[in-house]
T-cell receptor, first 118, second 114 residues
Framework: NAGVTQTPKFRVLKTGQSMTLLCAQDMNHEYMYWYRQDPGMGLRLIHYSVGEGTTAKGEVPDGYNVSRLKKQNFLLGLESAAPSQTSVYFC?????????????????FGPGTRLTVL | DQQVKQNSPSLSVQEGRISILNCDYTNSMFDYFLWYKKYPAEGPTFLIS?????DKNEDGRFTVFLNKSAKHLSLHIVPSQPGDSAVYFC?????????????FGKGTKLSVKP
């Protein structure tokens, strides 16, 4: 199992350019997430998905769009990149919550995509 | 407004000694707390978690303690090893929160010296 993979690993954009980050997972997880991490900051949730065809906004969704056309893939799009979007982007996936079992299913993270917007 | 705070950006410990990483939170509605470990150029990896109904959870060298009255949790690593050198993130989930969304602290960089 590859787990969670992210493409590309690095990217440099000019302001105003667009791009799509791809996340793929082979663990048959229902839930997928996109986070960004900035220097000296924790991870902040951008968007998430609880299943194929569904997406929702997280803490910092502005300037990003997402799509979950297939269960195993979660795409993050930047329509018009800005320098403020320079960051490291992490994708994660998890199994659904099991409230009755009283347990929390951990999120598995990809290796990250380092994006620089000039 | 930070709901999960890790006030120590860094910690240096001698190999074989105990490492104690601290985390404070403000939201009484958190029901799960987790610790993630992150090496440079890698994604975070899950380390250990604790439910809000417990006050201690142990897994090998790692123990997490939760003090709900103080809204404080800590991760103890005993004995510390050089391979434990990484950034440690504390994270929390709001009870009934959307599909397991986590709120992360800013992280503490642990350096274990041989």
């Amino acid at each position: 199992n590859a787990g969670v993979t992210q493409t590309p690993k690095f990217r440099v954009l000019k302001t105003g350019q667009s791009m799509t980050l791809l996340c793929a997972q082979d663990m048959n997880h229902e839930y997928m997430y996109w986070y960004r991490q900035d220097p000296g900051m924790g991870l902040r949730l951008i968007h998430y998905s609880v299943g194929e065809g569904t997406t929702a906004k997280g803490e910092v969704p502005d300037g990003y769009n997402v799509s979950r056309l297939k269960k195993q893939n979660f795409l993050l799009g930047l329509e018009s990149a800005a320098p403020s979007q320079t960051s490291v982007y992490f994708c994660a996936s998890s199994a659904p919550l099991r409230p009755l079992a009283g347990t929390y299913n951990e999120q598995f993270f990809g290796p990250g995509t380092r994006l620089t917007v000039l | 407004d930070q709901q999960v705070k890790q006030n120590s950006p860094s910690l240096s410990v001698q190999e074989g000694r105990i490492s104690i990483l601290n985390c404070d939170y403000t939201n009484s509605m958190f029901d799960y707390f987790l610790w993630y470990k992150k090496y440079p150029a890698e994604g975070p990896t899950f380390l250990i978690s604790i439910s809000s109904i417990k006050d201690k959870n142990e897994d090998g060298r790692f123990t997490v303690f939760l003090n709900k009255s103080a809204k404080h949790l800590s991760l103890h690593i005993v004995p510390s090893q050089p391979g434990d050198s990484a950034v440690y993130f504390c994270a929390a989930r709001v009870y009934g929160g959307s599909q397991g969304n986590l709120i992360f602290g800013k992280g503490t960089k642990l350096s274990v010296k041989p």
